[in-house]
Structure formats: C-alpha cells, structure tokens
C-alpha cells in the first residue's frame, strides 16, 4: 500500500464506522464459528496498522506479522503485541501446527500468490485450528481505491472458495458480508465513474452520518452464517486444514 494510505488508515480505524463495525463482525464470526480454546496461540497475518491487535488479544497470547516498515512501527507502537517482519508466501519464519486462530484480515488482495499464501498459513495452523479471512468482493467494483492499496484482485465467491480449495484448505463457513450498504456503495461508484474522480473511500464522514453507517453496518453481526446474503461488499471465510 502507498505509505499515504498506511498514515490515513492509523489516523482513523479506531473511529471510521467501516473499521468499528467489521471489528465487531469479526469478533462476532469467531465467537460463533472459530472460538479457540483458553491459553490459545493467535496470529495476525499481516497487520498493517495494527487496528485489530486489541481485538485478537482477547483471544489468546496474540503474534503478528507485517511486511511493511513503516505500518509495523504503527502497529508496535500501540504496545499489544510484538509485530515481526512476515511476508506471504515464503518470507514467514514461523513454526508449523503452532495456532489455534489465525486472521489474514483484507490481507490476501494484496499478495499475488494468494493460493500459496493461504497453504502455508495452513501449515502453520493446529489441528483444531480456525483461520478466518475477509476479503472485498465483486470485481465490477474496482475502483482507483484498489489501485491506491495495490490490492491485486476483488473476489466473488466461487474463486474465493476455489482459491482456498486449491490451496488444500477445508470451507466451514462463506459468505458476502457489508450486504445492506451494498445498493449505496454501487450507485456511489457509478457516480464516480461518471464524474471520473474516485473519493477516498476511508475518508472519515461527519458524526452522525460515521454513526448511521456503523450501526447499519454492525448489524450484520447478528445475520452472518444465518442468513445467506447474495451479494455484498466483502467477502468472509472460516478455514480449517484437512
């Protein structure tokens, strides 16, 4: 990612309503479908700012990797975990079948070699393990916002299925999630192609406009793995190894 974009997202992912809610879905999809066992090992697979560290601690004795300078110093800097230098696929020195739970958290977009990236976040996975991934969704809405965080494809979900099939991973729970904004993001990026200027999707809006969103948002907590959503902004995934 540009080192402008790593700035802009430590300055607002503890306030953004993208940020907060997807914490809170997250936490909620582990809780339902990955919860680890006490005194477990966690890992975050690149980092980046460090904006889910809290919330993975919670969890466990929590590790983290990044493979960016400048985002791991952020991320260390928030004293919750020691951040190492990691790069998926090969560049992981870490020991195999040692974690209970592992998040790769709109991490896999970035990485070319997705598929090998998820096989060897596999091996390093436990037996009873559960890793969980996010990732945005629906290529027909690739804007100039994927180019700036140098994501290298959208997913739908069949080739996000496929990828983690291929990657010799099992599927325990899919499905599109930022659902209910989806209608909003569309005709927003319709706009945009229209006008031919891309607003920074991670700007922070004004207050009450920041609160409406995260609470429609936030509530797919309660829908996810219970109500199959058609189509959505991103996309999540529970894995385990075969």
Excluded at 8 to 14: F, I, L, R, T
Excluded at 85 to 98: K, M, N, T
Excluded at 168 to 186: C, R, T
Excluded at 226 to 239: H, Q, T
Aim: with cysteine; hydrophobic share 45%.
């Amino acid at each position: 990612m540009d080192q402008a974009a790593y700035a802009g997202m430590n300055a607002v992912e503890q306030r953004h309503w993208w940020f907060v809610a997807r914490r809170r879905i997250i936490a909620s999809l582990i809780d339902r479908f990955a919860l680890p066992p006490r005194n477990a090992k966690v890992l975050e697979a690149g980092c980046g700012t460090g904006g889910n560290l809290a919330l993975l601690a919670r969890y466990g004795h929590l590790e983290a990797f990044e493979f960016d300078d400048g985002a791991r110093d952020l991320a260390s800097a928030k004293g919750i975990a020691d951040i190492g230098f990691g790069a998926l696929p090969d560049r992981v020195a870490l020991p195999d079948r040692s974690y209970d739970l592992i998040a790769l958290l709109d991490v896999l977009e970035h990485i070319e070699d997705d598929r090998s990236s998820l096989r060897r976040l596999g091996d390093l996975l436990r037996s009873e393990g559960r890793l969980i991934l996010t990732v945005p969704a629906i290529p027909s809405l690739w804007s100039r916002h994927d180019e700036i965080h140098h994501h290298h494809r959208r997913y739908t979900l069949e080739t996000l299925r496929s990828c983690i099939a291929d990657a010799g991973l099992k599927v325990e729970k899919i499905g599109y999630f930022n659902s209910l904004l989806f209608p909003l993001a569309w005709l927003q990026r319709q706009a945009q192609r229209v006008r031919g200027h891309d607003a920074p999707l991670d700007d922070m809006p004004g207050r009450l406009l920041n609160g409406a969103l995260q609470a429609v948002f936030a509530l797919e907590r309660f829908l996810l793995g219970r109500v199959k959503m058609p189509i959505g902004l991103s996309l999540y995934a529970v894995v385990s190894a075969r």
